[in-house]
C-alpha cells in the first residue's frame, strides 16, 4: 500500500490543476494513476518538500499526457515524473522539475514524446531524462542541468529513438 495525494480511480479523466499547488504529505506521491488510460495531468503545482517519491506516477496505462506542471523540491531519492510498466504513448511536455534524483523517468513506454521540459538538480549522482526500454520515443528541446543529463537504458536494441535539440549542462 502506498499513501498518495491525488489518485485517478477511473479511465478518461484530465486534471487541470489551472496553477493550484499541492503539497502531499511525507512518504507520499503527489499524483498517482495505477493502470488507467487515456489520463492527463496539466497546470499543476506540485511541492514535495515533505516527501521522497515522486510527483507524479503513471503506470500499467496507456496514452498519458503530462503537460505544463511544476514539479518542486522532491527529497532523497525521489522523482519528479515517472510513467512505466507497461502501456504506451506517454506525453510529457512543458514541465519544469527542480531538486528531484530523477527528474523523468519513463520505461517500458514505448511511443512517447519527452520534450520542452526542465530538469534541474544539484544533487550528487542526480539523473535528468531516464529512458528504458520505450521503443519509437522522441526526446527533444528538453534542458536538463543535473550530473547526469540523459540516460538511455536497455538491452539489446536502441531502434526507434529519436534524440534531437536537448540542452545538457
Request: net charge negative.
Amino acid at each position: 500500500h502506498v499513501n498518495v495525494g491525488l489518485v485517478f480511480i477511473e479511465n478518461n479523466v484530465i486534471l487541470d490543476g489551472a496553477g493550484h499547488t499541492v503539497t502531499p504529505p511525507a512518504n507520499t506521491h503527489g499524483v498517482i494513476a495505477d493502470g488507467k488510460d487515456n489520463i492527463t495531468v496539466r497546470n499543476l503545482n506540485i511541492n514535495m518538500s515533505a516527501s521522497n517519491l515522486a510527483g507524479i506516477v503513471l503506470v500499467r496505462g496507456s496514452d498519458f499526457a503530462v503537460e505544463d506542471n511544476t514539479i518542486t523540491g522532491v527529497n532523497g531519492g525521489g522523482k519528479g515524473i515517472s510513467i512505466t510498466v507497461g502501456g504506451s504513448n506517454a506525453q510529457i511536455t512543458g514541465n519544469q522539475i527542480n531538486g528531484s534524483h530523477t527528474g523523468i523517468d519513463v520505461r517500458d513506454i514505448p511511443q512517447s514524446t519527452i520534450s520542452n521540459n526542465t530538469v534541474t538538480s544539484s544533487a550528487v549522482g542526480a539523473w535528468g531524462i531516464v529512458v528504458g526500454r520505450s521503443t519509437d520515443t522522441q526526446i527533444s528541446n528538453n534542458t536538463i542541468t543535473s550530473d547526469n543529463g540523459l540516460i538511455l537504458e536497455g538491452t539489446g536494441s536502441f531502434t526507434g529513438y529519436t534524440v534531437t535539440d536537448n540542452t545538457i549542462n
